[in-house]
């Protein structure tokens, strides 16, 4: 059974930073792609950053050079560094993760519980 747990989030002035991290367990073989996701009131889900298995990032637009996303495998952990935090990045901030089989294949993709993000200019 696949776990996730986050932490890190809380509340912020503009300008200020935050790290979330999501430690994940229950795959035998570890995970694949790692991303945050976040979702304010009234809008809909969004990707804010990813990271594969590789190592490879994306990112939003709206928090590229503002925030980091990075994995330690040794700990199937994921971080998002966020820097220069806004009040418009107020949100529930979901942890994602591809659990992996022994041939590197996905079966099954899992969502963390979310923590709140807020941020007051």
């Known amino acids: 059974q696949v776990q996730l747990v986050e932490s890190g989030g809380g509340s912020v002035q503009a300008g200020e930073s935050l790290r979330l991290s999501c430690a994940a367990s229950g795959s035998t073989f570890g995970f694949g792609a790692m991303a945050w996701y976040r979702q304010a009131p009234g809008k809909q889900r969004e990707l804010v950053a990813r990271?594969?298995?590789?190592?490879?990032?994306n990112y939003a637009d709206s928090v590229k050079d503002r925030f980091t996303i990075s994995r330690d495998n040794n700990k199937n952990t994921v971080y998002l560094q966020m820097n220069s935090l806004k009040p418009e990045d107020t949100a529930v901030y979901y942890c994602?993760?591809?659990?992996?089989?022994?041939?590197?294949?996905?079966?099954?993709?899992?969502w963390g519980q979310g923590t709140q993000v807020t941020v007051s200019s």
């Open positions: 990271v594969s298995s590789g190592g490879t990032t």
């Open positions: 994602n993760v591809d659990a992996i089989r022994f041939s590197g294949r996905t079966y099954g993709n899992y």
